[in-house]
């Protein structure tokens, strides 16, 4: 199993990648808030998200799970599909 944290520019998308990923075999799903005291990962997840001014209202959230390697990809793609971000 791998551990993947992605960050989305709001729960509501990382909510609905969670719902997408129980399709697959992960394991220890968690959606969290991006701690505001963390700068080392909030400064670069905003600067990808500041494009959009109505975003800029929303915390960020990150999800955290272990998938199989064999639906790492897929997995990947999901979040890629759903303006998820790794760092």
């Not at 969290?32 to 080392?40: A, F, I, L, S």
């Not at 897929?74 to 890629?80: G, L, P, R, S, T």
């Amino acid at each position: 199993m791998e551990r993947i944290s992605a960050y989305f520019r709001n729960e509501n998308e990382a909510e609905s990648v969670k719902t997408k990923l129980h399709g697959l075999n992960v394991e220890d799903v968690l959606v969290d808030k991006v701690p505001e005291g963390n700068r080392t990962i909030l400064d670069p997840i905003k600067d990808v998200f500041k494009g959009n001014e109505k975003d800029s209202d929303h915390q960020t959230h990150v999800l955290e799970f272990k998938v199989s390697e064999s639906d790492l990809q897929e997995a990947k793609a999901i979040v890629k599909n759903n303006n998820g971000q790794f760092q």
